[in-house]
């Protein structure tokens, strides 16, 4: 193709094709499996029983210089995506091509040997990721202090914390310097000053002319670091464009899909967050919304709450509220009946994107029948650019010299 | 085949790398150090002395230390290939968070394993080298041999954990195969005991092609001549072919590695 060299890279009719349940793993098994696969033909289009396809058709190209991100719920192909880009995995069907050196950052401290320490990890990792000694030695301090850990870089890294283990793992992978940047999730590592830190060094990677193909949930930070997004679905991509609207496609079709706890006889089936006229997904601040939970019980239960914890995107509370301490009696219900229980509230919020959780509580015996996480999720936008969770309409009334104070205010005094 | 040693040479560093991690470890926290390393190869002479006593006793044929020295030349290259083949076998297993995750030729964990294992016998050389001249070893044009002799193990050897590696990835149950084999190889390879000693069965027994290795580098250190060339020239080819079919072995099922393991 003429125009390939423009291309960090390529994917062309990509088809991967995984088994669920057991591989045969020992050699008993092998023999009748080879004589099965021997029976059958056109292995590859067709699919076993057991058989499903993680990647299904997927076809794009990224050009040099973008910054992707990829988002999709889990066990959509996202991960296993990547493994094809970075060559660790080879497709069934189809052609992957890639233009320049290409770093897969897929898990932070790949090949960390606990009882070696901080400074021995540094270079065993830095040269497994693609780097010589030569420039592991010539970064090395940049890395440690990246990191923060000079002082336990001659420690065993048994001995760090799970934090101090991530941020020195990010901090060799962050200091690569590929044409190709693949990063899967390792940003969740750390402390929120950390992470920061690293969407900052990602940022500058970026700016420097390397392609960032970025995996992860936390959607805010896909935002507002990427240009561009793919939208994984059971291993086809279903959006490809402008990295809004991409998210706003994902989150519409990702209402009710969180871990759910379900101990007791009672379940929130669905949870739903839209604005007074229907919209969903991605609201103005300040908008006017109304969150609907619906229940519904397996056997009889009493004095069932509903409490509903709004988190934003690092996790962190910002509010939460109850039926019960809104002034509402708890619900007593019988087996297989259903009950609604709907907030209204205002969206006064800080931009970015948010995560709501419900719980079925019952508050006399403070049991959880019920929890919910996230029960769906939303995008704020706010066109005052502020920061924080909360907006509080903020406007400048005053910003002037000292000067122009005092005569303004001398000639308030003034009697007119 | 020479993609992959090209492939080899531009990973190096890598390959230097885990084989330092994996060296790093193993003397790390341990009592005893180097002296690990030394130890197989002591122990293994001294069941030798043992087994030759009783012998010697039944046969009437006194022990001499030529003998001696004999167990200990055959002892060390026993010692390295028990453990290249140990650690080989499970060498892709063992690091199996860096096959998913991370892209380089994988023909990297069982060289290392092999590199691991000749470390080891580079410490215990010494010793052997120091106890040598009191076993009646002399200097000898045939000493030359011993260099061939050895690099013709370690092929053969790195053949083995290859094939080993990559098969124990999708059967776990190789590595006990192999464990149980290596466990009873002993008694059918000339380490304890010379071939000669099996009189008419002498072919049969170097038929396995460690055996023309071992007892050519006990005539070219111990008795200070040349090996049978014949029986060298067998197992040079096996070995040859062995590391070569291993190699295309592997890199066939290398694709496959990151989702089987």
């Known amino acids: 193709m003429r125009d390939s060299k423009d291309y960090a890279f390529r994917m062309d009719h990509v088809f991967k094709r995984f088994r669920r349940g057991d591989q045969h793993d020992s050699l008993r098994d092998l023999i009748p499996s080879l004589v099965k696969r021997a029976v059958r033909k056109d292995r590859e289009r067709v699919l076993a029983p057991q058989e499903f396809w993680v990647l299904n058709d997927v ?75 030569a420039e592991v030695r010539r970064k090395f301090d940049e890395i440690v202090d990246f990191a923060g850990l000079e002082e336990f870089i ?33 940003l969740s590592v750390g402390d929120f000053a950390f992470q920061r830190k690293g969407i900052e060094k990602m940022r500058a990677i970026a700016k420097s002319g390397a392609t960032v193909i970025f995996v992860s949930h936390n959607l805010q930070a896909v935002a507002e670091f990427c240009q561009r997004g793919i939208l994984l679905e059971r291993g086809r991509v279903i959006e490809d464009g402008p990295i809004d609207q991409v998210i706003r496609r994902y989150l519409d079709t990702s209402v009710s899909h969180g871990e759910q706890t379900s101990r007791g006889p009672v379940r929130a089936v669905s949870t739903t967050i839209a604005g007074l006229s229907g919209e969903i997904g991605l609201f103005p601040s300040g908008t006017k919304a109304r969150i609907k939970v619906s229940l519904e019980a397996t056997a009889p239960v009493e004095k069932v709450a509903v409490v509903v914890d709004l988190l934003d995107s690092a996790f962190h509370e910002v509010f939460n509220t109850s039926s019960e301490r809104l002034g509402r009696r708890p ?16 969206l006064h919020l800080g931009a ?65 | 085949m ?80 028990v453990s290249a083949l140990r650690f080989g076998t499970s060498s892709l297993t063992a690091n199996s968070s860096l096959v998913t995750k991370i892209k380089f030729p994988r023909l990297i964990f069982p060289i290392s394993s092999v590199l691991t294992s000749l470390f080891d016998m580079a410490i ?32 053969f050897t790195a053949g083995l954990c290859i094939v080993f590696s990559a098969a124990n990835l999708f059967f776990r149950d190789i590595k006990y195969l192999v464990e149980v084999v290596l466990t009873f190889a002993i008694f059918f390879t000339p ?71």
């Not at chain 1, 001995?159 to 590929?178: D, K």
């Not at chain 2, 002892?75 to 290939?81: G, I, K, N, T, V």
């Open chain 2, 191 to 261: 380490v304890l005991y010379d071939v000669s000693l099996a009189g008419k069965w002498r072919d049969v027994l170097l038929l396995n092609p460690i055996a023309p290795l071992l007892e050519g580098l006990n005539a070219s250190i111990g008795l200070g001549s040349a090996p049978g060339t014949a029986w060298i020239a067998y197992s040079v080819t096996i070995a040859v072919f062995l590391f070569w079919g291993s190699v295309v072995f592997f890199r066939r099922l290398e694709p496959r590695f990151a989702e089987s393991v």
């Open chain 2, 2 to 81: 020479r993609e992959a040693l090209r492939e080899l040479l531009k990973n190096r560093e890598l390959l230097y790398m885990i084989t330092w991690r994996e060296i790093r470890i193993r003397y790390k926290q341990s009592v005893m150090g180097l002296l690990w390393a030394v130890l197989m190869p002591i122990i293994i002479t001294s069941a030798g002395v043992v087994v030759r006593l009783a012998a010697s006793r039944i046969s009437g044929h006194p022990v001499t230390p030529a003998d001696i020295g004999a167990i200990g030349v055959k002892a060390l290259p026993w010692a390295f290939f």
């Open chain 1, 59 to 133: 076809s794009f190209d990224v050009k040099k210089g973008e910054t992707l991100g990829i988002i999709g719920h889990n066990g959509a192909g996202k991960s296993t995506m990547l493994k094809h880009l970075s060559g660790i995995m080879v497709p069934t069907r189809g052609n992957i091509e890639v233009n320049g050196r290409l770093s897969a950052l897929i898990e932070v401290g790949a090949g960390f040997h606990p009882d070696l320490t901080g400074r021995e990890n540094v270079f065993l990792n830095g040269v497994i990721l693609g780097m010589t000694r």
């Open chain 1, 352 to 416: 970015g994107t948010y995560y709501l959780g419900v719980y079925l509580y019952r508050y006399d015996t403070e049991r959880e029948y019920d929890h919910v996480f996230p029960a769906t999720s939303f995008v704020v936008t706010n066109d005052r650019d502020t920061r924080g969770a909360a907006n509080l309409y903020p406007v400048v009334t005053r910003f002037e010299t000292k000067d122009a104070v005092q005569t303004a205010s001398l000639r308030a005094q003034r009697p007119a």
């Open chain 1, 154 to 186: 001659d420690t065993p890294v048994k001995r760090y914390s799970s934090g101090m283990f991530a941020r020195l793992g990010f901090s060799v992978a962050a200091h690569l310097e590929p044409d190709i940047l693949v990063i899967d999730e390792v």
């Open chain 2, 124 to 155: 215990a050389l010494p010793v052997i080298l120091l106890v040598l001249p009191f076993a009646g070893a002399r200097l000898s044009p045939a000493l030359l041999w011993s260099p061939l002799l050895l690099l013709i193990i370690i092929v």
């Open chain 1, 331 to 346: 619900l007593t219900l019988a087996a297989g009946e259903r009950a609604e229980c709907e907030f209204e509230l205002n």
